[in-house]
């Protein structure tokens, strides 16, 4: 690899498969399927196909929040898509052209309808069920700017921070510097707006909250990138208050394990098709060698 410092771009770029760090291998600089594969489709209204990253995550935990809620039409299947090249596969890419997890096809009405961008999902099942989503004007619209708050922020530190800080081949000072600075920020800004306000909207928790958790609380805890020391996580009290009052939740505590494919088994459920799976088809009741469909 060229040294950062001595790197002049060519006129144009070209595609140099060799580089690109650890997620070389699925980074491609075009769209479209690899190959056919057609998805899986269980017997529920909502069918997800998704991998418990932050991204996956708030899609499980908004489904649980809502059949902890009582509605029984939120039922789903969630079918695990590995993305070692799963999200390149025919049929997933018909449901998201853009091959990222989380999707769904909502397969409720008389036609099925396909969501992906898991802020448009999350949308779509707070309308859907008249959950989660503040209907006075004032609270629906600073429900909605965390939400897109988050779906802004998210990249900066997934794709910029994360990707410098843990997955790319070399350290570079600069990268890493200019991301780490941009999410303390984010960091602060969510802070002082916990400290004015128990939830991202007001006093209710919504979508906004569904949607920056898995990724703001996963770094406050220091579960992601192994950042927590370097970001001094700790400092931003009312995110680690937020956290934990969230992490205490018992449809998150389900939604977090459906898709996971890592950490201990009992907090993996590769596939989710039914309520009673969380008692018996964790890792630790079902053993090593788990059926899943992976895509
Ligand atoms: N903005 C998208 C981002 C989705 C996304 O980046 N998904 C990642 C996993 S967290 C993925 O599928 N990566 C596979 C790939 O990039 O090929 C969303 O919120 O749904």
Redesign the pocket.
């Known amino acids: 690899m060229t040294d950062p410092s001595t790197y002049t771009p060519p006129a144009v770029w070209t595609w140099n498969k060799a580089s690109g760090g650890q997620?070389a291998s699925?980074?491609r600089p075009i769209a479209g399927p690899t190959h056919d594969k057609e998805l899986p489709v269980g017997r529920h209204p909502l069918q997800l196909y998704s991998?418990a990253?932050?991204?996956?995550t708030k899609v499980t935990v908004m489904l649980e929040e809502l059949l902890a809620a009582g509605h029984s039409g939120a039922e789903y299947d969630a079918w695990l898509i590995k993305?070692d090249g799963n999200?390149f596969g025919s049929g997933f890419v018909a449901v998201n052209p853009?091959?990222?997890?989380?999707a769904l096809m909502d397969r409720s009405g008389p036609t099925p309808i396909r969501v992906?961008?898991?802020?448009a999902i999350l949308l779509h099942l707070a309308e859907k069920f008249g959950a989660f989503l503040p209907t006075d004007p004032r609270t629906r619209a600073e429900c909605l700017s965390w939400l897109f708050w988050q779906?802004g922020s998210?990249?900066y530190l997934?794709g910029g921070f994360g990707h410098f800080y843990a997955y790319a081949p070399t350290k570079i000072e600069y990268a890493i510097d200019r991301f780490a600075m941009e999410v303390k920020r984010q960091l602060d800004v969510l802070d002082r707006r916990l400290a004015e306000s128990t939830y991202l909207a007001g006093d209710d928790y919504t979508i906004a909250d569904i949607a920056v958790w898995p990724w703001y609380g996963g770094l406050a805890k220091g579960l992601l990138y192994g950042a927590g020391e370097f970001l001094s996580v700790q400092d931003y009290k009312n995110v680690q208050c937020w956290t934990d009052a969230i992490a205490a939740r018992p449809a998150v505590q389900r939604g977090r394990k459906v898709n996971r494919t890592w950490g201990e088994p009992e907090s993996q459920l590769h596939e989710r098709h039914d309520a009673s799976d969380f008692d018996t088809r964790t890792q630790d009741k079902i053993g090593g060698d788990a059926k899943a469909t992976g895509g």
Do not use: D, H, R, V
């Open positions: 997620f699925i980074n991998l990253t932050p991204n996956g993305i999200q853009n091959s990222k997890i989380p992906f961008e898991s802020g779906m998210a990249p997934g």
